[in-house]
C-alpha cells in the first residue's frame, strides 16, 4: 500500500519514547492481547505500539487525569478511527471539567489530517451539544471551512443538517446554499441541503410558500447545464405529492421545450417529459414536433413508434446507451398503460 | 476485456504481513475484524477458503468477542446506535438488522419502529440518506435497502424511481458512483449493484461495461483490486471487487447473497442447515 510518507516524518521526528516523558512515571505499559494465534497480525510501528500499550494501562485501570488526556490525543494521532480512545478521552473531559473551545480546536486538528473519519465528528457533535446554542455559527462555520475544501464532504453535510435542527442558525442557510451552487452547479450535496432549508427553515414559511420562486430557480440553473442531474431532480421534488400541479405548471414543460430545441444534453429534459405523459399531460404541437425532430436517421418513420412516449424511449435508448434496457421497459410501461 | 486474476488476488490476501512504516496498516488496526470478513469473504467467492486455517480463524475471532446486546441499542423512535456511545446512522440499522436475522433474534427488537425509522430516511429521489434529510448515498441506500429485504419489507420502497436513480450512477467508464457528479468508484460496484439487485432492477445497467471496469482496477502483477484503474489495492476494495463480480455472474465466482453480503450457500446454512451452536 502506498504510504504517506509526510505525516509519518513529523510524528517520527518529534517522538520521544513515553518511557522517558516523566509525566508517564508510574505507569506499567500493557501489552496487546492477541491470544495465541493472531489472525491479520499487524506489524506495528515502536510508536503506535508504546502509545497503545499506555493508552491499555491506563484505559484498563479507569484513569481519568490529565495525563490520560494528553494519552488520548496521541493515541488519536496515530489512529483517529479507534472509537475505544475517542470514548475514554470523553469520559476523561467530564471528569476533569473540560475547556470546551479547546476541545472544538482539538477536533480541527484532527479534521486537517481527515476530515471524514466518523469518530471525529460524532465528538465534534457531542462537544457541540455541551455548548448548546451559542456553539451554532461556530459549528456553521467549522463545516463552511471543510467545504472550501471539499464540498460534498458527506459527514460535515450531516453535522450541518444536525446543528440547524439542534442548534439553530437558519438564517443564512439559502443564501450559503446559493452560493455554493454559483461555485458548482452540480454539487448534489448542496441541491439536497437547498431542499431540507426550504422544507424545514423556520424563518421561510415551508415547501408551499417556497415552491414558486424555487421552479424559477432550477429552471434558471437547469437551462445553464441541462445535463445536470440535480436541478432536475430538484424540480421534480418541489412538487413531491402534487401531480396535478406538476402537470399544470407551464413552465416545467417550455423549460423541457426549450432543451429538446437546442438538441444537446437532452435527455433529462425528454424522461421529465416522459413522466409528465404518464401523468396525462397533452403536449402541444409545437413539442410534438421538437420531440420528432431529434429522432435520428436509425429511428425509422415517426409513425412507427405508436406514440409520443413510445418515440421519446426510442431517441433515449439510442442517446443513452448505457441504460437502453431501462429505456426498454419505460417503453413497455407507456404501451401498456396507453 | 481483461480476465479476472484470481490466483493474485488469493496471494495478495494471504500476504497479510503488514509493512511496519506503513500508514495504512496503523489505520486499519481496529479493522482486523471487518479485514478478517472482507478477506475471508474473498477467498470464499474465489473458491480458495480452504487456504487459510479456520481454526485459527475462529479462535481468534471468538477472543474478539465481547459482552454487548444490540438490542439495548435501539432507540425510541427506531433507530439504532452504533454502541452504548450513540451515534446514529442507518448503517446501524442495518448490522443490527443483519445480525439479528443471522442470529435468528429479530424478534428481540421492535421491528416496525426499525422500518419506520429507516422510512423516514427516504429522499426526494426516491433513496436513502443516514438521517432524515439527508442527501441520497449509494452506501446508505445499500443499508436501508437491505434492512427492508431482510424484515420483509420492500414494499416501501418505489422500486422504479430508485432503480433509475440506481443505474444512473453508471458512468461512461462503465462504473459506478455513489452520487451524483462524484467519481466512479469500485465500491459502488457493490453498494449500488446489490441494492438493484434486491429490488429487482439489475438489468439497468450495462453489466459488461461494470466488468470490465472493475476488471481494469485489478492489479494483475502484484493482487488485489483499488477503487479506481492505477490507483493503490487495499483489501475493502478487492472484497467488494469480487463481490460485485459474483452479483455480475462473472464465471468462477461463487453467488452472493446481496442482502448479507455472504456467499450464498454460507446464508442457506444458516437458515436452511443444521443448527449450530
Not at chain 1, 205 to 227: F, K, T, W
Not at chain 1, 274 to 303: C, H, M, V, W, Y
Request: aromatic share 10%; proline share 3%; glycine share 6%.
Amino acid at each position: 500500500m502506498a504510504s504517506s510518507s509526510s505525516s509519518e516524518g513529523e510524528g517520527r521526528r518529534a517522538w520521544v519514547p513515553l518511557a522517558s516523558r516523566p509525566e508517564f512515571a508510574g505507569v506499567t505499559p500493557l501489552p496487546q492481547d492477541d491470544g495465541p494465534s493472531p489472525v491479520v497480525a499487524i506489524a506495528y510501528r515502536d510508536d503506535f505500539r508504546e502509545t497503545m500499550d499506555y493508552f491499555r494501562s491506563l484505559y484498563s485501570s479507569r484513569e481519568l487525569s490529565p495525563r490520560s488526556l494528553l494519552l488520548t490525543s496521541l493515541a488519536i494521532s496515530v489512529n483517529p478511527a479507534n472509537y475505544t480512545v475517542w470514548h475514554f478521552r470523553r469520559q476523561v473531559l467530564e471528569a476533569l471539567g473540560a475547556d470546551w473551545t479547546e476541545e472544538l480546536e482539538f477536533t480541527e486538528g484532527v479534521a486537517k489530517r481527515n476530515a471524514k473519519n466518523y469518530q471525529l465528528w460524532h465528538h465534534r457533535r457531542w462537544v457541540a451539544e455541551k455548548l448548546g446554542p451559542d456553539a451554532a455559527s461556530r459549528e456553521l462555520e467549522f463545516t463552511r471551512k471543510i467545504f472550501c475544501l471539499d464540498a460534498k464532504n458527506y459527514h460535515a453535510w450531516s453535522h450541518r443538517q444536525w446543528v440547524l435542527q439542534a442548534l439553530g442558525g437558519w438564517e443564512d442557510e439559502l443564501d450559503y446554499c446559493a452560493q455554493l451552487l454559483e461555485e458548482d452547479v452540480f454539487n448534489n450535496s448542496a441541491w439536497n441541503q437547498r431542499y431540507f432549508v426550504i422544507t424545514k427553515s423556520p424563518s421561510l414559511g415551508g415547501l408551499n410558500a417556497m415552491r414558486d420562486s424555487e421552479v424559477d430557480y432550477a429552471i434558471e440553473a437547469i437551462h445553464a447545464n441541462p445535463e445536470n442531474e440535480s436541478p432536475w431532480r430538484y424540480l421534480r421534488g418541489l412538487y413531491n405529492d402534487e401531480n396535478e400541479a406538476w402537470l399544470n405548471d407551464s413552465r416545467v414543460h417550455s423549460a423541457c421545450l426549450r432543451v429538446l430545441k437546442a438538441k444537446r444534453n437532452f435527455k433529462f429534459a425528454l424522461s421529465t417529459l416522459l413522466d409528465l405523459l404518464g401523468l396525462g399531460f397533452k403536449p402541444n404541437q409545437e413539442i410534438k414536433d421538437a420531440i420528432t425532430s431529434l429522432r435520428t436517421s436509425d429511428l425509422g418513420e415517426a409513425g412507427s413508434d405508436s406514440d409520443l412516449a413510445n418515440s421519446i424511449c426510442s431517441i433515449l435508448g439510442l442517446e443513452d446507451p448505457m441504460r437502453a434496457n431501462y429505456w426498454t421497459w419505460r417503453k413497455q410501461q407507456a404501451s401498456s398503460s396507453s | 476485456m481483461g480476465e479476472l486474476a484470481g490466483d493474485k488476488h488469493v496471494k495478495y490476501i494471504l500476504s497479510v504481513e503488514k509493512k511496519k512504516d506503513s500508514f495504512e496498516s496503523v489505520v486499519m488496526e481496529h479493522l482486523r475484524l471487518n479485514g478478517a470478513y472482507w478477506g475471508l469473504t474473498t477467498l470464499d467467492l474465489l473458491g480458495k477458503l480452504d487456504t487459510v486455517d479456520s481454526n485459527e480463524v475462529v479462535s481468534w475471532i471468538l477472543q474478539c468477542q465481547h459482552e454487548s446486546d444490540i438490542r439495548a441499542l435501539q432507540n425510541e423512535d427506531g433507530s439504532f446506535s452504533g454502541d452504548i456511545w450513540g451515534e446514529v446512522d442507518t448503517r446501524f440499522s442495518y448490522c443490527a438488522i443483519c445480525c439479528l436475522a443471522i442470529l435468528k433474534r429479530l424478534d428481540s427488537i421492535n421491528v416496525e419502529k426499525a422500518v419506520r425509522y429507516i422510512v423516514s430516511c427516504k429522499t426526494l429521489d426516491g433513496g436513502f440518506g443516514c438521517t432524515p434529510g439527508a442527501e441520497s448515498h449509494a452506501g446508505q441506500i445499500f443499508c436501508c435497502v437491505g434492512a427492508l429485504a431482510i424484515t420483509g419489507s420492500l414494499h416501501h420502497i418505489d422500486k422504479d424511481l430508485l432503480g433509475w436513480w440506481l443505474c444512473e450512477r453508471q458512468v461512461k467508464s462503465g462504473g459506478l458512483n455513489g452520487r451524483p457528479e462524484k467519481l466512479a468508484d469500485v465500491c459502488y460496484s457493490w453498494w449500488v449493484l446489490s441494492s438493484l439487485i434486491m429490488i429487482d432492477r439489475v438489468h439497468w445497467i450495462d453489466k459488461e461495461k461494470l466488468i470490465k471496469f472493475i476488471l481494469d482496477c485489478q492489479d494483475t502483477e502484484n493482487g488485489g483490486i483499488s477503487d479506481r484503474p492505477d490507483d493503490a489495492v487495499d483489501i475493502f476494495h478487492t472484497y467488494f471487487g469480487v463481490a460485485g463480480l459474483s452479483l455480475l455472474e462473472y464465471p468462477g465466482l461463487k453467488a452472493t447473497d446481496p442482502a448479507y453480503a455472504l456467499p450464498v450457500d454460507v446464508v442457506n446454512r444458516i437458515f436452511f442447515g443444521r443448527c449450530s451452536t
